[in-house]
């Protein structure tokens, strides 16, 4: 009897600690992730374009936060979209517009490839449209293409899409859109778009592994990155996306930790109490530095927990459309849009069309597509 008493008693000792212990409280980007989400759905539905659309749908889809209703709003939003661009071009100048949209529907469980019966991957079909953007073009294309294995068309084959991007590298190992120095931005999309290559091709291998050194070197003593000459929240989105798809994670691996603060740690540095994150450390919540934390924050957590990069989307169920694919001339320029299905060609930058788009790329750096 005494046995079996002494033998509770001690029982009950080991299992004191464990039952009194507070939880392990939350580290800031889980903070910010949480909250962000939270904040992206009171944002109101999403709607074709830039800030407001693909980035917070694929951020909130591939969370696993993104409603039905959201969804199907987004997707007639893009129908008006398409149905008013008349062409399989969604600008006529722009084939990042035809990218960023196929990455917000596939994200949505919609079909790209036929949207109120227009394929929207056949405005990728042409080299020349697609280069037209400079770097932008390329990468886009093949990530976009990539993102749930759609066929590629007309002159564009992937092999041509890898070969442009590796063509374009910069002989310290970086990517930029213009001149000899590494962006990090560009360096770290250039890495998204080839990171489904890694293993299987050499040449890619080889460049992405100099591009891995460089971002190291880029890094600051914050954990951060500049772009522009200005330390912002955007660079650290794009390197976070950049190493989660290669397998890397940027809390652990010591080349992505400088003076003990990880990436993770100055992205988090940027967040707005209640959700959001700012573009500069002393600026507002800004809508695509918001978008663009929390779409990488959702790639980190994928990344922990096993699932596919963040633009992989073949785990994602893909909505059948019965509605017939309308025969178009893929050469035919699209219609720029008017109003709030314009969207804002910013941080993943389109082609530096003019002086006035290069100052507002350097101000707000945001090379968005």
């Known amino acids: 009897m005494k046995q079996s008493i002494a033998a509770l008693l001690l029982a009950v000792l080991v299992l004191l600690p464990a039952c009194g212990a507070q939880p392990v409280p939350e580290a800031p980007w889980q903070t910010a992730c ?65 990218s960023r949209t196929i990455l917000g529907l596939t ?24 280069r037209a953007q400079g770097l932008n073009g390329p990468i886009w294309a093949l990530i976009a293409l990539d993102s ?38 560009m ?50 989105a794009q390197v976070i996306v950049a190493l989660t798809a290669l397998g ?12 003990g603060l990880t990436i993770l740690d100055a992205l988090a540095s940027y967040y707005v109490d209640g959700g959001g994150f700012r573009h500069i450390a002393s600026g507002d919540r800004d809508g695509m530095a918001t978008e663009q934390g929390y779409y990488a924050l959702a790639a980190y957590y994928r990344f922990i927990n ?20 309308q025969p178009t001339d893929p050469t035919t320029p699209g219609t720029p849009a008017t109003g709030d299905n314009q969207p804002v060609m910013l941080w993943f930058g389109s082609v530096l069309i003019s002086g006035a788009a290069i100052l507002l790329l350097a101000q707000k750096k945001k090379k968005v597509r």
């Open 107 to 130: 994200a949505a469980g919609c079909d790209a490839a036929n949207v109120a019966g227009v394929d929207l991957t056949a405005g990728l079909s042409d080299m020349t449209f697609v």
């Open 34 to 98: 949480r909250e962000t989400g939270a904040y992206l759905q009171t944002q109101g539905a999403p709607t074709a374009g830039s800030i407001g659309g693909e980035w917070a749908v694929i951020g909130l889809s591939r969370a696993g936060l993104l409603s039905d209703t959201a969804a199907r709003s987004y997707e007639r939003s893009v129908e008006d979209y398409v149905q008013q661009a008349g062409s399989v071009r969604l600008h006529h100048a722009k084939s990042t517009e035809n």
């Open 306 to 325: 096993g699932q596919t990069r963040l633009y992989d989307m073949s785990d994602v169920t893909i909505k059948a459309n019965d509605q017939p694919v």
């Open 148 to 185: 749930h294995n759609y066929p590629t068309m007309g002159d564009v084959t992937r092999e041509k899409l890898i070969q442009v991007i590796l063509d374009a590298q910069l002989s310290n190992g970086g990517w930029n859109l213009s001149g000899n120095d590494a962006d990090p931005d």
């Open 248 to 259: 890397i994670d940027p809390a652990k691996d010591s080349r992505f930790i400088k003076n």
């Open 187 to 236: 360096t770290a999309m250039a890495i998204q778009s080839l990171a489904p290559y890694y293993k299987e091709n050499e040449a890619v291998k080889a460049a992405v592994d100099k591009a891995l050194d460089v971002l190291s070197e880029l890094q600051l003593a914050t954990g951060g990155f500049g772009s522009w000459g200005t330390e912002n929240s955007e660079s650290c």
